[in-house]
């Protein structure tokens, strides 16, 4: 299952949309460098031990015995004839992290029971199998959550984690050898028995599109605990989950079919440094399919063309699972990107290692200003349902700031949520602020985001559930005032912190700078040089530039394989295409691969990628987006990012918020004027200040409407302090001050 396809095809099918960019095979420095990987990846403790492996194993057997005793007892309650009773079955599937084998210790499992046509939802499922779980001592902190956009039931079973999701199949009898990969099995089937079905269909569907399962995995660990490292894990902040960076890993296990994950990792980095968004990241050609289940198309579907970072999943009906990205998030992934492509170059020349590239965010050094969003309730069961429910809107902030500022105000949210132990049932996020990259600031300019903070408070507190005690707050916070439980054992770290890799780079373009400012005579185009790399190194993605490629994304989308189909390259040294009986099966037999390339023996990487193999990958990739996009295509208007959210019933949505839909800002209409910018000389008002003397509250601003006869009627709200966040002397992210 593991073994390498051949020339990139499996079975004599060729893998993705278009031929690979690359065949050659590891070197000895990819032996030596992916064994110093999966050392840094065991170190980090990232793989399970053989006891948990088995109780694992175990648990999802005992599950799968519940399931089936639990179909016979209602098919008996039900009337059914004996025969049918017996035959009766139910069967339990497995997705997500555990299925692709890149799971960690005490990581949930994702499950999915599939039952007969009589086995209902609601009444059987989340009733009946309810109360037989309910009643076991095995179970605890059972959580039915019947409302999400996936309905789930989470619980833990002898302390492993588990998520169940229920599909009803339109069949009688579930064969114990049944295949969900076939389209069929989605025959009659309700929406959300097709969204439970997505995953273990993505999942299975993935792992037949990688030429090489090992290195898959192994990579695929490799990216997520990057990914978490640096703070851009988690598909409901904005970022990318863990079935999106599958999805990108198995894109470059396609292009680079026989490489190992040394090299995967590097040109991970490589080609989405270089990829031009929205151009959709697709495993393969999106299947049309015979069931009429709407599928991810922009030809068709006004609302796919304004997705700013398509990543298409392989399975019928396809459908873009990175739909929650902003232009926020997109931007700081893509800085992410350079830097990982930056480390992944120093590390050929052997200036670098694994931990360089796996050195955390500072999240809390990098801004200046932060929103701090908490949370509270009466106990636990209700601190549960309401963090839920706030993390599925907190989004709706970052894509209010981002409209309400006209994207002159950048969001960067943490993905990870805080307690304070001394305060009981309580919960906090945060959010940098900073003003656009490469915008100059007018003196004492300021930002009033009042009315952008009292709006998506009022849509979190219309949750249909809310009990007393469920409370939210958002405040302004500085950097010197975050609260200490944020940090690791609740002490704040010295100014005085380790050199690290980006810290290095900080002084690096201030030691530039210092040198054009000690040479102004020299030309012109040496100083924009200097600025052309600040741009390369902070790429800001404009989002009103990016919606406006839709059209010809449909374009793209019509024909994805002409398109995008891109010749074999021919290169020398390692770029050549090697014996491909040399390459092995598994990574287990890495030792071997020693004299895979004896022609190339020397230590340095600089011999396995040599500039024209470089500049050869960098015109491969080219040709796979060429063709793709007219920038100069537009829509006669945008849509909002921001979802129009229906209140008139219960929205509970935990895995994801349901995709845009146009929506008039609030603020639109209960103001006369909407200003999100304000100057200092405009108001000088005292704020309120708090006991920590860092907080403030965000509170509505001030209302003025105008009469008919032009006179100024009473304003709408009493007047409150004005929070002011100045941006004019604001660092940039990365640096401390």
Same mark, same amino acid.
């Given at each position: 299952m593991g073994s390498p396809a051949l020339s990139g095809r499996n079975n004599g099918q060729r893998l993705g949309i278009t031929d690979p960019i690359s065949l050659s095979g590891p070197t000895e420095y990819d032996v030596i460098k992916t064994r110093e990987l999966e050392k840094v990846l065991q170190d980090a403790g990232l793989y399970e031990s053989q006891e948990e492996a088995v109780s694992r194993e175990e648990v999802l057997g005992r599950l799968d015995q519940i399931v089936k005793i639990w179909v016979k007892t209602i098919s008996r309650a039900k009337g059914l004839?004996? %025969?049918?009773? %017996?035959?009766?079955?139910?069967?339990?599937? $497995?997705?997500?992290?555990?299925?692709?084998?890149? /799971?960690?210790?005490?990581?949930?499992?994702?499950?999915?029971?599939?039952?007969?046509? #009589?086995?209902?939802?609601? =009444?059987? *499922? *989340?009733?009946?199998l309810h109360k037989i779980l309910s009643e076991m001592p095995e179970v605890s902190e059972l959580h039915p959550v019947p409302d999400a956009h996936v309905p789930?039931?989470?619980?833990?079973? +002898?302390?492993?984690?588990?998520?169940?999701?229920?599909?009803?199949?339109?069949?009688?009898?579930?064969? =114990?050898?049944?295949?969900?990969?076939?389209?069929?099995?989605?025959?009659?089937?309700?929406? %959300?028995?097709?969204?439970?079905?997505?995953?273990?269909?993505?999942?299975?569907?993935?792992?037949?599109? !990688?030429?090489?399962?090992?290195?898959?995995?192994?990579?695929?660990?490799?990216?997520? *605990?990057?990914?978490?490292?640096?703070?851009?894990?988690?598909?409901?902040?904005?970022?990318?989950?863990?079935?999106?960076?599958?999805?990108? !890993?198995?894109?470059?296990?396609?292009?680079?079919p026989n490489a190992l994950p040394n090299m995967l990792v590097s040109r991970f980095f490589r080609v989405f440094t270089q990829w031009r968004w929205p151009n959709p990241v697709m495993l393969c050609a999106n299947e049309e399919g015979s069931l009429g289940l709407p599928v991810w198309d922009p030809r068709r579907n006004p609302k796919d063309r304004f997705h700013l970072m398509p990543i298409i999943t392989p399975a019928y009906p396809c459908m873009n699972s990175s739909y929650n990205v902003s232009s926020s998030t997109l931007r700081i992934m893509t800085e992410e990107f350079q830097r990982g492509h930056d480390i992944c170059e120093v590390m050929e020349e052997n200036k670098a290692d694994w931990d360089t590239l796996f050195e955390p965010y500072p999240f809390f050094e990098a801004y200046k200003n932060?929103?701090?969003?908490?949370? $509270?309730?009466?106990?636990?069961?209700?601190?549960?349902? &309401?963090?839920? &429910? !706030?993390?599925?809107?907190?989004?709706?902030?970052?894509?209010?700031?981002?409209?309400?500022?006209?994207?002159?105000?950048?969001? #960067?949210? /943490?993905?990870?949520?805080?307690?304070?132990? +001394?305060?009981?049932? /309580? /919960?906090?996020?945060?959010?940098?602020? %900073?003003?656009?990259?490469? !915008?100059?600031?007018?003196?004492?300019?300021?930002?009033?985001?009042?009315?952008?903070?009292? =709006?998506?408070?009022?849509?979190?507190?219309?949750?249909?559930?809310?009990?007393?005690?469920?409370?939210?707050?958002?405040? #302004?916070?500085?950097?010197?005032?975050?609260?200490?439980f944020v940090f690791p054992g609740g002490v704040r770290p010295s100014r005085a912190s380790k050199m690290t890799w980006d810290s290095r780079r900080s002084l690096e373009l201030k030691a530039s700078d210092s040198t054009q400012v000690d040479r102004p005579f020299e030309a012109t185009e040496s100083l924009d040089g200097v600025d052309d790399r600040r741009k390369r190194r902070r790429i800001d993605y404009n989002a009103n530039t990016n919606l406006r490629n839709g059209e010809s994304l449909a374009a793209a989308h019509s024909q994805p394989v002409e398109v995008h189909e891109v010749s074999q390259i021919s290169t020398t040294s390692s770029c050549s295409i090697k014996d491909v009986n040399s390459i092995p099966t598994s990574a287990n037999n890495i030792e071997n691969l020693a004299d895979v390339s004896s022609q190339n023996n020397g230590d340095q990487a600089a011999a396995t990628d040599t500039p024209s193999c470089k500049e050869a990958e960098k015109l491969a990739i080219q040709k796979i987006l060429s063709g793709s996009y007219d920038s100069h295509q537009e829509f006669p208007c945008e849509p909002e990012e921001l979802d129009d959210i229906d209140y008139t019933k219960q929205a509970i949505d935990f895995g994801a918020t349901r995709q845009g839909i146009p929506m008039t800002s609030s603020v639109a209409k209960t103001s006369s004027v909407v200003v999100p910018m304000t100057s200092c000389n405009e108001a000088r008002l005292t704020s309120r200040s708090y006991s920590n003397g860092g907080l403030e509250e965000l509170e509505p601003a001030e209302v003025v409407a105008l009469s008919s006869t032009g006179t100024t009627r009473a304003p709408v709200a009493e007047r409150k302090p004005i929070i002011r966040l100045s941006f004019t002397s604001l660092g940039k992210a990365g640096k401390s001050s």
């Amino acid at each position: 299952m593991g073994s390498p396809a051949l020339s990139g095809r499996n079975n004599g099918q060729r893998l993705g949309i278009t031929d690979p960019i690359s065949l050659s095979g590891p070197t000895e420095y990819d032996v030596i460098k992916t064994r110093e990987l999966e050392k840094v990846l065991q170190d980090a403790g990232l793989y399970e031990s053989q006891e948990e492996a088995v109780s694992r194993e175990e648990v999802l057997g005992r599950l799968d015995q519940i399931v089936k005793i639990w179909v016979k007892t209602i098919s008996r309650a039900k009337g059914l004839n004996e %025969q049918l009773v %017996q035959e009766a079955n139910a069967k339990i599937f $497995t997705f997500g992290s555990y299925r692709l084998g890149v /799971h960690g210790p005490g990581a949930d499992i994702d499950t999915l029971c599939v039952g007969p046509r #009589h086995a209902t939802r609601e =009444e059987d *499922f *989340f009733g009946e199998l309810h109360k037989i779980l309910s009643e076991m001592p095995e179970v605890s902190e059972l959580h039915p959550v019947p409302d999400a956009h996936v309905p789930v039931m989470k619980f833990k079973f +002898s302390g492993i984690s588990i998520d169940l999701l229920y599909a009803k199949l339109s069949l009688w009898v579930i064969p =114990e050898d049944l295949d969900i990969s076939q389209d069929s099995i989605l025959q009659n089937a309700d929406e %959300q028995t097709v969204r439970s079905l997505n995953g273990c269909r993505v999942t299975d569907r993935v792992l037949r599109l !990688v030429p090489n399962i090992q290195s898959f995995r192994t990579t695929l660990r490799c990216m997520r *605990f990057w990914a978490k490292r640096r703070g851009v894990y988690s598909n409901v902040s904005g970022f990318l989950g863990g079935i999106n960076w599958a999805l990108l !890993v198995a894109r470059i296990c396609q292009l680079y079919p026989n490489a190992l994950p040394n090299m995967l990792v590097s040109r991970f980095f490589r080609v989405f440094t270089q990829w031009r968004w929205p151009n959709p990241v697709m495993l393969c050609a999106n299947e049309e399919g015979s069931l009429g289940l709407p599928v991810w198309d922009p030809r068709r579907n006004p609302k796919d063309r304004f997705h700013l970072m398509p990543i298409i999943t392989p399975a019928y009906p396809c459908m873009n699972s990175s739909y929650n990205v902003s232009s926020s998030t997109l931007r700081i992934m893509t800085e992410e990107f350079q830097r990982g492509h930056d480390i992944c170059e120093v590390m050929e020349e052997n200036k670098a290692d694994w931990d360089t590239l796996f050195e955390p965010y500072p999240f809390f050094e990098a801004y200046k200003n932060y929103l701090q969003t908490d949370i $509270t309730a009466e106990n636990d069961d209700d601190l549960r349902n &309401w963090k839920g &429910w !706030v993390e599925s809107r907190l989004r709706q902030l970052t894509l209010k700031i981002e409209r309400h500022t006209y994207n002159m105000l950048q969001c #960067h949210p /943490h993905p990870g949520d805080f307690s304070d132990k +001394s305060r009981p049932f /309580h /919960h906090c996020y945060f959010m940098g602020l %900073q003003r656009k990259q490469g !915008v100059p600031a007018s003196e004492g300019e300021q930002f009033d985001m009042r009315l952008t903070v009292d =709006e998506f408070k009022r849509s979190v507190n219309m949750y249909t559930m809310r009990k007393r005690g469920m409370e939210i707050y958002v405040t #302004h916070v500085k950097r010197r005032n975050i609260p200490n439980f944020v940090f690791p054992g609740g002490v704040r770290p010295s100014r005085a912190s380790k050199m690290t890799w980006d810290s290095r780079r900080s002084l690096e373009l201030k030691a530039s700078d210092s040198t054009q400012v000690d040479r102004p005579f020299e030309a012109t185009e040496s100083l924009d040089g200097v600025d052309d790399r600040r741009k390369r190194r902070r790429i800001d993605y404009n989002a009103n530039t990016n919606l406006r490629n839709g059209e010809s994304l449909a374009a793209a989308h019509s024909q994805p394989v002409e398109v995008h189909e891109v010749s074999q390259i021919s290169t020398t040294s390692s770029c050549s295409i090697k014996d491909v009986n040399s390459i092995p099966t598994s990574a287990n037999n890495i030792e071997n691969l020693a004299d895979v390339s004896s022609q190339n023996n020397g230590d340095q990487a600089a011999a396995t990628d040599t500039p024209s193999c470089k500049e050869a990958e960098k015109l491969a990739i080219q040709k796979i987006l060429s063709g793709s996009y007219d920038s100069h295509q537009e829509f006669p208007c945008e849509p909002e990012e921001l979802d129009d959210i229906d209140y008139t019933k219960q929205a509970i949505d935990f895995g994801a918020t349901r995709q845009g839909i146009p929506m008039t800002s609030s603020v639109a209409k209960t103001s006369s004027v909407v200003v999100p910018m304000t100057s200092c000389n405009e108001a000088r008002l005292t704020s309120r200040s708090y006991s920590n003397g860092g907080l403030e509250e965000l509170e509505p601003a001030e209302v003025v409407a105008l009469s008919s006869t032009g006179t100024t009627r009473a304003p709408v709200a009493e007047r409150k302090p004005i929070i002011r966040l100045s941006f004019t002397s604001l660092g940039k992210a990365g640096k401390s001050s």
